[in-house]
T-cell receptor
Framework: EADIYQTPRYLVIGTGKKITLECSQT?????MYWYQQDPGMELHLIHY???????EKGDLSSESTVSRIRTEHFPLTLESARPSHTSQYLC??????????????FGQGTRLTVV | AQSVTQPDIHITVSEGASLELRCNYS??????LFWYVQSPGQGLQLLLK??????LVQGIKGFEAEFKRSQSSFNLRKPSVHWSDAAEYFC??????????????FGSGTRLSIRP
């Protein structure tokens, strides 16, 4: 069973609020990812990191920001939430050094609703 | 550019019938290929993966997939589906893990419904 955790699972928040979605993994993985997924839709990579102090923007432009100060922690922040940010956010991590184990392990997701 | 195409948005099959979900990829080097399943409101669970060697790979829950380099395909199959297989299925492609530029990119998903 994957050891990657996201909190909160569900969040309803007002427009203009600052929010941080938490993601932690205990597997020592160097790579971590944030995907955005609208209901019934594909996953879009919005941020990824291949180690501490490294972050890259993904294929889908996002107003969110991320940080990677510790290996196990990869929080995502929205400075001012808007209704267009309503979505499910999935965090994942993967191994770097072992080429036979490159699959991503996913958290349960955070469903964000901005009202 | 790296991409994954799942041409079927929604498939309905009868319980006990066979299943094939299609996946085509575009990748500049030898790809690492994955199939994931997602139940409603949940994260994604890995069904199987292909890195090299035997092109027919076995996964969990009775699923298998075949890598066909000439067709750039990695179709998922199951000989007899069960009602519990109803879910969203995602195909994904990635590169060598130790490459910092390597990302895992997902297809748009195929929703599987099971007819009793």
């Amino acid at each position: 069973e994957a050891d990657i955790y996201q909190t909160p699972r569900y969040l309803v928040i007002g427009t203009g609020k600052k929010i941080t979605l938490e993601c932690s993994q205990t597997m020592g993985h160097d790579k971590m990812y944030w995907y955005q997924q609208d209901p019934g839709m594909e996953l879009h990579l919005i941020h990824y990191s291949y180690g501490v102090n490294s972050t890259e923007k993904g294929d889908l432009s996002s107003e969110s920001t991320v940080s990677r100060i510790r290996t196990e922690h990869f929080p995502l922040t929205l400075e001012s939430a808007r209704p267009s940010h309503t979505s499910q956010y999935l965090c994942a991590s993967s191994e770097v050094r072992d080429p036979l184990n490159t699959e991503a392990f996913f958290g349960q997701g955070t469903r964000l609703t901005v009202v | 550019a790296q991409s994954v195409t799942q041409p079927d948005i929604h498939i309905t099959v009868s319980e006990g019938a066979s299943l094939e979900l299609r996946c085509n990829y575009s990748y500049g080097a030898t790809p690492y290929l994955f199939w994931y399943v997602q139940s409603p409101g949940q994260g994604l669970q890995l069904l199987l993966k292909y890195f090299s060697g035997d092109t027919l790979v076995q996964g969990i829950k009775g699923f298998e997939a075949e890598f066909k380099r000439s067709q750039s395909s990695f179709n998922l199959r199951k000989p007899s589906v069960h009602w519990s297989d109803a879910a969203e299925y995602f195909c994904a492609v990635g590169g060598k893990s130790y490459s910092s530029a390597s990302k895992i990119i997902f297809g748009s998903g195929t929703r599987l419904s099971i007819r009793p």
